[in-house]
């Protein structure tokens, strides 16, 4: 699939992530502040504004977080740093818990959450599947694959259920990618804490949120800020189109971040 980007400035790369369903152009008054130093690269995610007019088959957060990651792939850069606004903000926790993709650092703006699912991720599960979808493996061998992993897992925990457990039936009905999917909900559905981890937790980051937000996007950006366990930037009297319509609020935040 071809992705229209814009690549403005230069200097340490920073993949920008655009809010739904905005595309690329939001992040030009950005770039016009900082861009002597930092290099902006922005998707026009398909479906979403800009010129990648593609519309996915599954739409959803897990497909477009793969475009992204092999987005940023393309680039075979060392090191960079990534910004997800709004929605992209959601996206960026995705692939920064997938561990395809690690940037230096990460910036969310004006964002959003979903929950524990986003603190709790199952990074071994997300490489299982991106080995899986690389080899084009068939789906019948997925699901004895899948098969094996439950009923291995089964054998740890104790929960004789599992075969029954409606999850488990979709990894034998659904396509590769779902069947993945479904095989990392079920084995968390069914796995202690302990295996769980909060990658989240391991790249720096920084939150910036202005004061004038929708309602949730205030609480799950604070929300989010409080597990980080760092302290957001909060910009007064903005709200949530504030890195677009005056990005010299947020510049200096952000160079300083990226720079230091």
């Known amino acids: 699939m071809n992705i229209a980007y814009k690549d403005m400035g230069e200097g340490s790369v920073l993949f920008c992530l655009p809010p739904w369903p905005s595309g690329s152009s939001v992040f030009i008054p950005l770039s016009d502040e900082i861009g002597k ?31 992204i ?39 969310y703006v004006s964002t959003i959450h979903s929950g524990d699912e986003v603190y709790e991720a199952n990074k071994i599960g997300f490489k299982a599947f991106e080995l899986v979808n690389n080899l084009h493996i068939d789906d019948a061998i997925i699901q004895k694959i899948a098969s094996i992993f439950i009923k291995r897992k089964l ?14 039936k979709q990894v034998l009905e659904e396509d590769t990618r779902s069947q993945i999917d479904c095989l990392v909900e079920v084995w968390k559905s069914i796995s202690d804490k302990d295996w769980l981890k909060p990658y989240l937790k391991q790249i720096p980051s920084m939150v910036i949120l202005g004061d004038n937000e929708p309602d949730f996007i205030h609480d799950e950006s604070i929300e989010l800020s ?15 189109n504030h890195l677009f319509t005056e990005p010299n609020r947020s510049a200096s935040y952000i160079l300083n971040f990226l720079i230091n």
């Open 226 to 240: 409080d597990y980080l366990g760092i302290k957001p930037v909060r910009l007064n009297n903005s709200d949530h």
């Open 37 to 67: 130093k930092i290099r902006i690269i922005s998707p026009d995610l398909p479906g979403w504004g800009g010129y990648s007019n593609t519309m996915l088959l599954e739409p959803n957060i897990f497909s477009y977080t793969r475009i």
């Open 69 to 107: 990651q092999e987005f940023i792939k393309s680039f075979n850069l060392r090191s960079f740093n990534i910004l997800g606004y709004s929605f992209g903000g959601l996206l960026a926790q995705t692939v920064n818990l997938q561990g395809v993709t690690v940037p230096e650092k990460t910036i």
């Open 155 to 168: 054998n740890t925990s104790a929960k004789p259920d599992i075969l029954n457990h409606p999850l488990y």
